[in-house]
């Protein structure tokens, strides 16, 4: 938390909020990420088209922030680890499992789904806090990361 900046912290969230209710009013979709990743490959060509262009603006987004850093003085962390190819695949098919397991991601729950008062999406955030909650904590304080 000694790196906290509520200022981009605040344009971060209303960016992401105003890219979810934009998709919605005019799409009439969720911006789940799993759920528009999942579909992808079974798209029509109109479906395809916006599916695509979200991830290519995430993409692009996250591309621009790391070359040239934010305007806060917001830098991508450059992690030191280097973990192998193998550690890397599975740790994302985990992440597709759990997902799929949820019927969605942190996105498509946390920010969608609450917005809509879904019950499942606040058990699904809930637990999805805990989670990483319980996760850092054994990471950080039992095991010395």
């Known amino acids: 938390m000694s790196s906290f900046t509520p200022v981009s912290a605040l344009l971060g969230g209303l960016l992401i909020g105003g890219g979810a209710s934009l998709l919605l009013l005019s799409l009439g979709r969720m911006a789940g990420i799993s759920g528009i990743v999942g579909a992808l490959p079974f798209s029509r060509r109109i479906e395809l088209a916006w599916r695509a262009l979200f991830l290519l603006g995430l993409v692009a987004g996250a591309a621009l922030l790391y070359?040239?850093?934010?305007?806060?003085?917001?830098?991508?962390?450059?992690?030191?680890?280097?973990?192998?190819?193998?550690?890397?695949?599975?740790?994302?098919?985990?992440?597709?499992?759990?997902?799929?397991?949820?019927?969605?991601?942190?996105?498509?729950?946390?920010?969608?789904?609450?917005?809509?008062?879904?019950?499942?999406?606040?058990?699904?955030?809930?637990?999805?806090?805990?989670?990483?909650?319980?996760?850092?904590?054994?990471?950080?304080?039992?095991?010395?990361?």
Do not use: D, E, K, N
């Not at 008062?117 to 095991?143: D, E, I």
């Open 67 to 145: 070359r040239f850093g934010g305007p806060f003085g917001v830098q991508a962390p450059v992690s030191r680890a280097h973990f192998p190819a193998w550690l890397l695949i599975v740790a994302g098919l985990l992440v597709g499992y759990g997902t799929a397991m949820s019927h969605g991601c942190t996105s498509g729950h946390g920010v969608c789904g609450l917005a809509r008062r879904s019950p499942r999406s606040l058990v699904a955030t809930l637990v999805f806090l805990l989670t990483g909650m319980f996760t850092a904590s054994v990471l950080r304080h039992w095991l010395g990361g």
